[in-house]
């Protein structure tokens, strides 16, 4: 879900990265997203549900696959069931309204947009360490070091928190799981859009493994040189 209010917004399939050349013989990096076709699936106003949002759904799956509640629910928009359901908020119920049960939103809604943010899971690596999850330095390699010298160092003066017993505190940088969370890139330039083939183009990495789902929408808020750049064109 998005919590920012937006207009143009699609969900898509991170397939890969690859080259893309220019017009002057200079090749920039790019990531190849499968954005669309979504389906409007529910339309949300204030005053049936508490805030204005569109839900969107993405890509066809086998009803045996699916529940009987979201096969229903996919239904009511006309629509085969979809494996990935996501909400779109906008900024009132005029915005809501403009959107139909049934649409089909395509890639060539992002038409004319110069920078989206791209919404994304990272990928998970598993259980690390300080140096790696947090870059701390570690411990000193001289003599005397032994055995320790990726430790995180000394918690004691975390261990006590006066009012809630011996706890470390919350927020305390350790070892610990990391990657697989929700990472949102902001304001990278679209390349290319191919509406035949439902391919958008953007420069530079995003977040998250190929096949990986994605959340597309246009840039709420841009780097200052970016909007500088929009402005000036």
Request: hydrophobic share 35%.
């Amino acid at each position: 879900m998005s919590n920012k209010p937006c207009t143009i917004a699609i969900l898509g399939r991170k397939i890969g990265m690859t080259r893309f050349f220019l017009d002057n013989g200079k090749n920039i990096p790019v990531t190849v997203i499968e954005a669309g076709p979504c389906v409007v699936t529910q339309v949300k106003t204030t005053d049936r549900d508490g805030y204005s949002a569109v839900q969107l759904a993405f890509e066809d799956m086998k009803a045996r696959n699916s529940s009987m509640p979201m096969i229903g629910h996919d239904q009511k928009a006309g629509s085969d069931p979809k494996r990935l359901h996501r909400e779109m908020r906008v900024i009132d119920d005029a915005s809501a309204n403009a959107f139909e049960l049934g649409q089909l939103i395509t890639v060539s809604a992002l038409d004319g947009t110069a920078y989206v943010d791209v919404i994304g899971t990272s990928k998970g690596k598993g259980f690390a360490g300080n140096m790696k999850r947090n870059n701390f330095k570690g411990m000193s390699a001289t003599h005397g070091t032994e055995r320790k010298h990726r430790t995180g160092g000394s918690i004691g003066s975390h261990g006590t928190d006066r009012g809630h017993g011996a706890k470390i505190k919350k927020g305390k940088r350790m070892a610990g799981h990391m990657g697989d969370e929700r990472v949102t890139v902001r304001s990278l330039d679209v390349v290319k859009i191919d509406v035949e083939r439902n391919l958008l183009l953007v420069k530079g990495p995003i977040p998250g493994a190929n096949d990986g789902y994605l959340f597309i929408r246009a840039a709420t808020r841009l780097f200052k040189r970016k909007a500088k750049k929009l402005v000036t064109k």
